[in-house]
């Protein structure tokens, strides 16, 4: 099967796929502990609804972000000093979705005994959870503002040799 061709980013495709997913992924689950919390002390139980649809679309959603990172990851030829930053990248996407998808699992049976509340365990595990996706942010942010992967004057230097 030929290779498919490669743009000035490095990407069969117009811009990087694995940003937009993920900005909808970290938004979804911020909201959706955003409404938890305030459902909880405000016992406002239309928001606990609110926050089951947005965790359970951030959770199929995680699945394709991690895919289209793990794709656009192997194309973007990263160069010695990145590589340490964009495996920890890779592995915390990896972790971040099981442990999105149980959550999903846990708020699903909290849902199905009692709407109306959720216990304070839960968020902490949601308090948690965001915090890992405010750290997976962090790594993502560093990988193109700090080391440029898929920006195109580094996908030149690399190809040239001149990063390594």
């Known amino acids: ?10 990407l069969p495709y117009p811009d990087p796929l694995h940003p ?5 992924v970290i938004a979804m689950v911020i909201f959706s502990f955003f409404c938890d919390v305030v459902g909880y002390f405000t016992r406002n139980h239309r928001l606990f609804e609110v926050s089951f ?4 679309v951030a959770t199929v959603s995680i699945f394709l972000a991690v895919m289209f990172g793990q794709f656009e990851a192997g194309l973007a030829q990263p160069y ?7 495996n920890l990248h890779a592995i915390t996407g990896w972790l971040l979705a099981a442990i999105l998808a149980g959550i999903m699992g846990w708020r699903f049976v909290i849902r199905r005994r009692n709407p ?3 216990p304070p ?13 405010l750290f997976q942010t962090y790594l993502g942010t560093r ?12 996908v030149e230097a690399t190809k040239r040799g001149i990063l390594q």
């Open 116 to 118: 109306l509340k959720v």
């Open 20 to 24: 937009i997913l993920v900005h909808f």
């Open 143 to 154: 990988l193109v503002w700090v080391y440029g992967l898929h920006v195109e004057p580094i």
């Open 1 to 10: 099967m030929p290779a498919l061709p490669l743009n000035s980013e490095n």
């Open 121 to 133: 365990a839960y968020l902490g595990a949601t308090t948690f959870l965001s915090c890992l996706v």
């Open 80 to 86: 010695e000093v990145v590589k340490p930053v964009l």
């Open 53 to 56: 649809w947005n965790l359970f």
